[in-house]
């Protein structure tokens, strides 16, 4: 079975800094991937950035970049310049492939994240 | 724009009066997921389609079910809904690719009170 970790209920960073959100992992599978989604309160997840098990390099999107150290089953999404749009429930989830084709995501409980001025 | 859309954004119903919550998408994605996000909490898996196959998850219980009759629509029946079903319901897309990113792409959300 696979568990997704993250520690930090909530988060706060001061607009333009930097921020850690801290997710660890457990899975018996090879292959697999890692995303994170950020969910405003509008309710919408939104895709952030993604990590395969096998990229030798972490995964960057604009100001999102993913700290993935494969030793430690860690996946940490790292936010560069935080903005006020940035206040929202992020999630960390891992991928494993469904008997019958598609992706199950397994979410972790998420932390949330308030930038403030 | 491509995107999923989720009608109605909120529902309410009557303890036990069956209710449909409808999901459309023009992404033209083979794989369609549903998933239940009670008050903070994570998303759960229901059910997804794998085009036409339907694929439960072991422990969605037999209350919700679910149809789609074509690539762009899927439907979630719940059929006698509880108190404990109240909660925000997802729908989700992605092109499955094999082992590529194949990223669910998320709607808005309808959010479902039970009276």
């Known amino acids: 079975a696979q568990k997704i970790t993250q520690t930090q209920p909530g988060m706060f960073v001061q607009e333009k800094e930097a921020v850690t959100l801290d997710c660890t992992y457990d899975t018996s599978d090879q292959s697999y991937g890692l995303f994170w989604y950020k969910q405003p309160s509008s309710g919408e997840m939104i895709f952030l950035i993604y990590q395969g098990s096998y990229d030798e390099q972490n995964a960057t999107e604009g100001r999102y970049s993913l700290n993935f150290q494969k030793a430690r089953k860690s996946a940490n999404l790292v936010i560069s310049a935080s903005q006020l749009g940035d206040s929202a429930m992020y999630f960390c989830?891992?991928?494993?492939?469904?008997?019958?084709?598609?992706?199950?995501?397994?979410f972790g409980t998420g932390t949330q994240l308030k930038v403030e001025l | 724009d491509a995107m999923v859309i989720q009608n109605p954004r909120y529902q309410v119903t009557q303890f036990g009066k069956p209710v449909t919550l409808s999901c459309s998408q023009t992404?033209?994605?083979?794989?369609m997921y549903w998933y239940q996000q009670k008050s903070s909490q994570a998303p759960k898996l229901l059910f997804h389609y794998y085009d036409k196959d339907f694929n439960n998850e072991a422990d969605t219980p037999d209350n919700f079910q679910s149809r789609r009759p074509n690539t762009s629509f899927c439907f979630l029946d719940i059929r006698s809904p509880g108190l404990g079903d109240a909660a925000m319901y997802l729908c989700a897309t992605s092109r499955d690719i094999g082992q590529g990113v194949s990223e669910q792409f998320f709607g808005p959300g309808t959010r479902l009170t039970v009276l």
């Open positions: 989830a891992m991928r494993s492939v469904r008997t019958g084709g598609g992706n199950k995501l397994t």
């Open positions: 992404l033209n994605h083979n794989v």
